[in-house]
């Protein structure tokens, strides 16, 4: 049966993240996943940081650490060197980004016109950052593609306040050739379309024959490939002769897809091994231990020993934690103490008010160690990190990233640390 240092369970940025560095730094690493998680569900930017006040995503971590309950309190310090990690190996796998912690936060449109802060993202989306000057938005639409609307993206974005925004925003539709026969147009496809040499040059001339004169940035659907996604998207902008800007839509995300894979690839390059797609099912204990996991497999379960293990699994919007009848809520895999409002606290009368259950979570220690619910260490060897913390809105204070990456680093580094002195 598999033997590791250190058992990853979950496969969202932090899971993935946290892997790779332990891997990178020559652990034995196991990640076992039930699904996919948030990654095909973002934009593939992060969100370090955006509260109102903030000009920059330091200074909304600084915001947001000064509340000793909220997890950067005790991660923020972990940031810088998370975030450096982070960029490299995406760097190394063919997918730059753009962005630091100290560039200023801007307004980027979004696929149904609406505007989003933002600091860091891919390199495909980078030029949505820069200043407009007297450039134009053009918005392009593909003609049986539902899942991104050009025009109706314009018109939202034209009655919209834009500070420094485009001089004008406009949106058409383009025809792509051969999709006739195609009852389901989705992201995947089209990217996978893009990576063909032959589909891809007409189609990338039927974009430019519909491009007005003038200075314009071309927003395209975020689906210029997905593996060679860095050839496609330079072809892009030299066949087209402009600046183009991914502008990520309806899930599945096709930056976030990317986004998986390398950081998948990562882990295996370093000799880590992942598996996807079965769920926990039994938990060994040895007083406050875990010595094993067992998760789903073909005929019988499929027994994960370990010396650490890393609890990567989401909040209530990933199923980590679910709610029971009785109005209690439970961490699905450990039975671990959650930390929520009252059952009577968690409905709000104002849908536009960061909702109750966003912030519940599990309490840990400054090493990620979960606590009980009287506050003392829940489990010895079980780090927990991401959206599984307790005290963050990550919607509405757009930290879910950042949390992500410090909490992956921290914990890496501890387990570490741990290792060497052992």
Not at 227 to 249: K, M, N
Not at 315 to 329: K, M, Q, T, V
Request: net charge negative.
């Amino acid at each position: 049966m598999p033997r590791a240092d250190v058992v990853v369970i979950g496969a969202g940025l932090a899971g993935l993240a946290c892997a790779a560095e332990l891997a990178s730094s020559g652990a034995s690493v196991f990640l076992a996943a039930k699904g996919m998680a948030a990654t095909h569900w973002t934009h593939g930017g992060l969100d370090v940081a955006g509260v109102a006040s903030a000009r920059t995503p330091r200074e909304g971590v600084g915001v947001l650490a000064a509340d000793p309950a909220h997890p950067y309190a005790s991660i923020a310090a972990d940031l810088e060197g998370a975030l450096a990690g982070h960029l490299a190996r995406l760097a190394a796998a063919g997918l730059p980004m753009r962005g630091a912690l100290d560039d200023p936060l801007v307004p980027i449109p979004t696929a149904i016109g609406g505007l989003r802060p933002a600091a860091i993202l891919p390199a495909a989306q980078g030029a949505a950052l820069d200043p407009w000057d007297r450039d134009g938005l053009l918005l392009i639409g593909f003609r049986g593609y539902r899942d991104a609307w050009a025009t109706y993206a314009a018109r939202n974005l034209t009655a919209t306040a834009w500070p420094g925004g485009p001089g004008a925003v406009r949106g058409v539709e383009v025809e792509l050739p051969g999709l006739d026969d195609l009852r389901n147009l989705n992201a995947r496809s089209l990217a996978r379309l893009f990576e063909e040499p032959g589909w891809r040059a007409p189609a990338l001339q039927a974009i430019g024959n519909a491009v007005p004169e003038g200075s314009w940035r071309l927003g395209v659907p975020a689906v210029l490939g997905i593996t060679a996604h860095g050839d496609v998207f330079a072809e892009a902008e030299r066949v087209l002769g402009r600046r183009v800007i991914e502008v990520p839509s309806l899930p599945p995300s096709i930056p976030g897809l990317r986004l998986f894979d390398a950081l998948r690839g990562s882990i295996l390059a370093a000799g880590g091994r992942v598996q996807v797609g079965f769920d926990v099912v039994e938990v060994e204990r040895q007083g406050r231990r875990i010595v094993a996991i067992h998760t789903e497999a073909a005929s019988r379960t499929l027994r994960l020993a370990a010396d650490e293990f890393v609890l990567a699994t989401g909040g209530i919007g990933g199923e980590g934690i679910r709610a029971l009848p009785d109005g209690s809520l439970v961490e699905r895999v450990f039975g671990l103490a959650v930390e929520a409002p009252p059952r009577e606290r968690w409905f709000s009368d104002d849908p536009l008010v960061p909702h109750p259950l966003e912030a519940v979570g599990i309490r840990t220690d400054d090493s990620l160690r979960p606590l009980d619910a009287g506050g003392e260490i829940a489990l010895d060897n079980v780090r927990v990190i991401g959206s599984a913390l307790a005290g963050m809105h990550y919607l509405e204070q757009r930290c879910g990233d950042g949390v992500a990456l410090a909490s992956a680093h921290a914990a890496a580094r501890r387990l570490s640390l741990g290792r060497a002195a052992a």
